[in-house]
């Protein structure tokens, strides 16, 4: 299956589970709730680019939002774990996350903390977006080497400290787009 033909069909899940997810809130009216293509529009941004901050807070204060995003980013998500089990062993934090394994090796005197992102998938995720709470951290992810991603969990990059605190609790919502 070709890049593009898998991209229309994570689209066609992704707009199927929206449509799924759209029952509406008690607490908030349904005039005043983001749109479709808004909500489409902030699941689909690149890590640093701006965001509409009516659309940050609806999914921060309204549960009916909230799952709607989440069925979005499901669904056009590599792999995602809505409540994954994170594993503490000493100097390695690990959980799983679909068919990857991330790890975070712990910081030494000469270098930052690593997350290690490895898996089978033919298709490696290009982003990470974890959710702890009403906190959001997305970030992007260089290619693979030799089947590994490696991030330096650098603490000058305040997003990438807060990923690597936000991985290592079990509530924490962890989707590879």
């Known amino acids: 299956m070709s890049d593009e033909a898998a991209r229309l069909l994570a ?4 707009a199927r589970a ?3 997810a759209s029952a509406p809130s ?13 909500l489409w529009a902030h699941a689909t941004r690149e890590p640093g680019a701006p965001v509409d901050l009516a659309v ?17 980013l499901a669904g056009q998500a590599v792999a995602h774990a809505p409540l ?11 959980r799983r996350v679909g068919a990857f394994a991330l790890a975070i090796l712990a910081a030494t005197e000469d270098a930052p903390p690593l997350l290690v992102l490895t898996g089978g998938e033919a298709r490696p995720p290009r ?22 991603i490696l991030v330096a969990l650098d603490p000058a ?3 990438a400290v807060r990923l690597g605190a936000m991985l290592g609790d079990p509530a924490c919502a962890v989707f590879l787009l």
């Open 18 to 20: 929206l449509v799924r």
């Open 56 to 72: 940050v807070r609806a999914i921060r204060d309204d549960s009916g939002t909230a799952r709607r995003y989440r069925a979005l």
């Open 26 to 38: 008690h607490g908030q009216r349904a005039a005043t709730r983001p749109g479709h293509a808004a």
């Open 84 to 94: 994954a089990v994170a594993a503490a062993d000493g100097q390695v934090a690990s």
């Open 127 to 148: 982003l990470i977006e974890a959710m702890l709470g009403d906190e959001t951290v997305r970030l992007g992810l260089p290619p693979p080497v030799d089947g590994a």
């Open 11 to 14: 689209e066609i899940h992704a």
């Open 157 to 159: 990059v305040p997003e």
